[in-house]
């Protein structure tokens, strides 16, 4: 028989023994399966019915010189071979061959024109507290681990970096009781290994709790570890453009970007800035909140976790609200630090406990702009209180080599103006739809038809343009994540278009366990960061996204979150129950068999769940029946139908489970764009994710965009049991026709019986 199931290198290295008691289960299991068909090398297939097959069910279009390279390839009768024809055996060759994997992710690589993208159109593949072995209290560190998970494809990496006893900065999860390692040898790792697997660029998100000496010590490291592979300057002048985007991957080819805070200009904060419309035919002055340019201190990354603002913001039916940059009304507007009224007369208060009664109205013979800015700004200016909080300083040589990834503190979201004009009345929450800290410390004034004034409020105050706001990088903890999504579906997938974000977990999951990356993907958030060491579900949902563009660690986001031309574009809300079905999709699925599905247990009882995982709409669960005492070659043999709204964030889990012990004991998660239509094997993994040697299953899959399939109707409820379908009856009907038909007997009697043999 040959190596009938041999399909990886894996598979060679297996001991003889083993592998003929696999190849004869195959075979016996075939001959089986048939029922008693006869399936001699006297039943054969040509080049041209080989073509057909593969074109009809496989959804391969081939030449006919591929086909008959099949034949060579696959067949192992050499007077068969030589006359270009193609036996039962040799067919069973192919379909078990890795080339006919459902998912092979092995060969997969990034398309190169996609990379030409502004990063923030990508998702990028990210670490959480990436030193980390284990737990978040007391896991050891390891340098090693950097070296690993560069390897895996991980773009994004975490340094918490801490003041070492020797004078040199150290590693390690602060205040806790984990271990420490030098920060030289974690950049030495990182040089060696950054672009092993991916030449896409590698982003270093740095926490930083070091002295201004060890901070200089952290530049000079960086700069002679990584010599020219440290991005250190900006590409083109084009750069300091107030609305430059980011670079693409492939500009920042083999480069190391650092993500750190940075120096900022020193400008006093306005605490309150009120501004009157007068007319409606009148310009509008468009207050937004001032940016401290200060050198403030760096908060940590847990610290947003205790930030937890419910203070509303409230908006009329007719108001406009240009987030970001600019704010524009109808109705008086008073905005400050901490609520922001829409109503005429209403009293502003700080976030300070600040009292500002309202002030005498406006001479008619100043200006509606001279007015807010010379009298109320200033007052504002002069009566703000300084924040208490405790400043932390940064080291001018590491603040210089941050480039295009400025860490910031969450303080808002920036919308266009057109995402503005889309909002409905409703309540706002306070920080998550205002204008980004460090962004231009000026009000842009909007008239009626959208068109930005000069920077007024720059010029009086005599500061610079400082760095444009898309290369300003927040980072949010899951929780604030899913209340800032939840809210403001629509304007985070806007602010993530041009905007970097990050999400790390939540300080309670000291197990180092993960939360779901998908509904951060769904969100346009580009960099989950997840806790490598723990090999969970959501890890798991990690490696499929990325292991469609070969591991390189970047995935162009779906069309519609940053392609303007889109249909659906800024329409689309991943929250929707009742999701537009221009994208729905119909997944026809069908488990025939598995091979090899339980190493342990030869006599386990296995059952197979189908999960769909992504948006809440397309969320679905499906089991198969049990089959009793065996998992060597068990026969399910059943089908199922799954109505899919947004695919190209939805993933497909295969879960095959010992009933005896309640034990998985194999598993796959396959993204369903990248779930190949025919009939195919799946080569299945560990619970840890790791390769199995032998263990796959054998499915059958369709995809049909754009159609709706009844599940609940009538005829369907008669035929099949709920919640299941069968495969389509017609599915083979074309075979019986054709030999009907006066097809050669010969070749068709042998598709008809591979065709009982798959149903």
Not at 330 to 343: G, I, P
Request: with cysteine; net charge negative.
């Amino acid at each position: 028989m040959g190596l009938v199931t041999r399909n990886s290198i894996l598979d060679t290295m297996t001991d003889d023994h083993r592998r003929r008691m696999c190849d004869a289960l195959t075979v016996s299991s075939i001959v089986t399966n048939c029922t008693g068909v006869e399936s001699s090398k006297n039943l054969c297939i040509n080049s041209n019915d080989l073509m057909e097959i593969l074109n009809d069910y496989q959804e391969e279009s081939i030449s006919m010189d591929d086909a008959n390279a099949l034949i060579q390839r696959h067949e192992t009768d050499v007077i068969l071979r030589n006359r270009y024809l193609m036996s039962f055996e040799g067919f069973a060759r192919l379909l078990m061959d890795k080339s006919n994997f459902a998912f092979p992710s092995e060969k997969l690589q990034p398309v190169e024109d996609d990379m030409d993208h502004p990063l923030s159109h990508y998702f990028i593949d990210s670490s959480h507290n990436t030193y980390l072995t284990g737990h978040q209290l007391k896991g050891e560190s390891s340098v090693e681990l950097y070296s690993q998970i560069l390897c895996l494809g991980c773009r994004c990496l975490e340094l918490d970096c801490w003041d070492g006893d020797d004078g040199f900065p150290v590693i390690y999860h602060g205040h806790t009781l984990t271990t420490k390692i030098p920060f030289r040898a974690v950049v030495e790792a990182i040089n060696a290994n950054a672009f092993v697997s991916s030449p896409y660029p590698v982003i270093l998100s740095i926490e930083n709790r070091c002295s201004l000496p060890q901070q200089q010590k952290m530049a000079e490291i960086f700069k002679e570890v990584l010599g020219d592979r440290l991005l250190s300057t900006y590409l083109s002048d084009s750069d300091f453009e107030e609305n430059a985007n980011l670079p693409s991957p492939n500009q920042l080819k083999y480069k190391i970007l650092i993500k750190n805070k940075k120096l900022k200009y020193s400008v006093h904060k306005p605490a309150t800035v009120k501004a009157k419309i007068i007319g409606s035919n009148s310009r509008s002055a468009s207050p937004c909140e001032m940016s401290s340019y200060v050198n403030e201190g760096l908060d940590d990354e847990e610290e947003d976790d205790e930030e937890d603002d419910d203070d509303d913001i409230s908006f009329d039916k007719e108001t406009n609200v240009s987030l970001g940059h600019s704010i524009g009304s109808n109705d008086d507007l008073c905005l400050t630090r901490k609520t922001v009224h829409f109503r005429a007369g209403s009293d502003p208060v700080t976030e300070f406990g600040q009292y500002y009664p309202e002030t005498k109205s406006r001479p008619k013979s100043q200006s509606d702009i001279d007015w807010v800015f010379d009298e109320e700004l200033q007052e504002a200016l002069t009566n703000v209180k300084r924040d208490p909080k405790k400043k932390f300083h940064i080291a001018k040589e590491l603040s210089d080599l941050v480039i295009y990834t400025q860490a910031i503190k969450f303080k808002g979201l920036t919308c266009s103006v057109s995402d503005s004009q889309r909002m409905k009345k409703g309540t706002l929450r306070k920080g998550i739809l205002a204008s980004v800290p460090g962004t231009l410390p000026y009000v842009t004034a909007v008239s009626e038809k959208g068109n930005y004034n000069t920077p007024q409020i720059a010029e009086r105050l005599g500061t610079v343009p400082s760095t444009p706001s898309s290369y300003f990088v927040s980072s949010l903890n899951e929780n604030k994540a899913k209340q800032v999504c939840r809210r403001h579906e629509s304007f985070v997938i806007s602010h993530t278009e041009r905007h970097l974000m990050r999400v790390y977990p939540a300080g309670m999951r000291i197990d180092s366990s993960n939360f779901n990356p998908v509904m951060c993907w769904a969100f346009g958030i580009q960099m989950a960061a997840l806790n490598y060491q723990t090999e969970d579900v959501n890890m798991m949902l990690n490696s499929a996204m990325f292991e469609q563009t070969g591991r390189c660690g970047y995935k162009l986001k779906p069309e519609i979150m940053w392609d303007k031309h889109h249909v659906m574009y800024n329409k689309y809300n991943p929250l929707d129950k009742d999701f537009d079905g221009i994208y729905s999709t119909t997944l026809t699925l069908h488990i025939i068999s598995g091979q090899y599905v339980s190493e342990k247990n030869l006599n386990g009882s296995c059952q197979v769940e189908v999960e769909i995982i992504g948006i809440p709409a397309d969320s679905a669960k499906q089991k198969t029946k049990v089959v009793s005492r065996n998992s060597l070659n068990p026969i399910w043999n059943e089908g199922m139908i799954f109505q899919i709204q947004f695919s190209d964030l939805a993933f497909i889990r295969f879960t095959v489970t010992d009933i005896s012990n309640g034990h998985v004991t194999g598993q796959r998660i396959v993204p369903i764009k990248s779930l190949r239509p025919g009939y195919r094997h799946l080569r299945l993994r560990m619970p840890n994710n790791k390769p199995l040697q032998l263990a796959s299953l054998f499915i059958y899959s369709k995809q049909i965009s754009g159609d709706t399939i009844d599940l609940n109707s009538s005829t369907e409820s008669n035929q099949y049991e709920p919640g299941t379908v069968k495969r389509k009856p017609t599915l083979f009907t074309r075979i019986k026709d054709t030999v009907d038909f006066g097809r050669s007997d010969v070749s068709w009697k042998f598709i008809h019986l591979h065709a009982y043999l798959l149903k």
